[in-house]
């Protein structure tokens, strides 16, 4: 054996983390994807992109102003409270403006994203590619919440503002992020499932844009009217221990699928009874409970139906259904 064979197997090989080949690996498969930087390039360098993001900050902006306004007018010299009370009026305003945008933008954004191929003639030479259908669905998805992302990133600063007047903290403004984005994924993939088998874009809209107004306003308000009419009618809160975990694990159950009633009650276990991830309550019969906060069982439904929903686009891209 030679000097240099021995010195060779005496120096430690180099290794390279297994985060750092994560990120290595995802730097190269975004790199890669064709498809991710074609939708980048035809919505980002569209003057009507700029001119959208410039009028939703200019809106929210707008909107800031009239709530400091009405506020001001009111009282001549701000208390503490009244100042607590300006910060989170504007947080949650600009919070509510950008669900609103984004459940109705997000399914339109993605809902011709495969149907439209269709339509165009394009899809067939498409697959004839060597780009997988998990590269392309994936590819598409991003392309698409890309914009609605950046609507939620242009209103950080203007959220930030609720920072300055008080009674926010950075833990209901992370939640509120996971929320928004959750549900931007959660409903550009409903958009692409429904196109990847609907090959009429208008169609695919339509259904995505009903499932969209399904979960974020039907549900809640069928929720709000039932959950009413049980509880007055049967008096769960003199129904034993038993019934009362039932029908409420019920209605957290319903409740998680839904935004706005996840950021609601939320927010109750923040602000009221400082809970960021568990509330222990006591029923009347004297069993103890540990309640989950809504926003846990958001994260977790919400993945899991992205993930599900991705799934079965993919499997409808590689065998179309007939």
């Known amino acids: 054996m030679t000097t240099s064979e021995t010195t060779a197997r005496s120096l430690p090989l180099e290794t390279t983390p297994p985060e750092k080949k994560s990120r290595i690996a995802l730097v190269a498969w975004v790199s890669n994807n064709p498809i991710l930087f074609k939708e980048l390039r035809s919505r980002m360098r569209n003057i009507r992109s700029l001119a959208s993001i410039t009028l939703y900050i200019a809106l929210l902006s707008f909107v800031i102003l009239l709530i400091y306004a009405s506020l001001t007018s009111l009282n001549n010299y701000l208390q503490m409270d009244t ?15 950008e669900l609103i945008i984004i459940c109705m933008t997000t399914p339109a954004l993605t809902a011709g994203a495969i149907s439209h191929e269709k339509e165009q003639q394009t899809y067939d030479l498409l697959r004839t590619t060597l780009l997988p259908a998990r590269d392309l ?102 129904q034993s221990d038993l019934i ?21 009650v939320t927010e109750l276990f923040l602000f009221e009874e ?45 065998h179309p259904p007939r």
């Open 244 to 264: 009362q975990i039932l029908f409420y694990s019920f209605v957290w159950l319903i409740g998680i699928t839904n935004p706005v009633f996840t950021a609601i």
């Open 83 to 97: 100042l607590r009370s300006l910060g989170r009026s504007i947080f949650f305003t600009v919070y509510g403006l």
């Open 137 to 238: 669905i994936l590819g598409k998805l991003l392309g698409a919440i890309s914009f609605a992302l950046l609507f939620i990133l242009a209103a950080i600063p203007l959220q930030a503002i609720a920072l300055i007047f008080g009674g926010l903290t950075a833990s209901e403004i992370f939640i509120s992020q996971l929320i928004l984005l959750l549900t931007a994924l959660a409903l550009g993939s409903f958009g692409l499932f429904f196109s990847s088998f609907i090959s009429k874009t208008r169609i695919a809209t339509g259904a995505a844009q009903i499932t969209s107004l399904s979960l974020v306003l039907i549900i809640p308000i069928l929720l709000l009217t039932s959950v009413l009419y049980v509880e007055n009618r049967f008096a769960i809160q003199q």
């Open 274 to 318: 400082q809970a960021l991830y568990f509330l222990t309550q006591t029923l009347q019969g004297g069993t103890t409970v540990l309640i989950p906060s809504p926003w846990l069982g958001f994260a977790v439904f919400y993945s899991l139906l992205i993930f599900t929903l991705l799934t079965l686009a993919i499997r409808n891209i590689q």
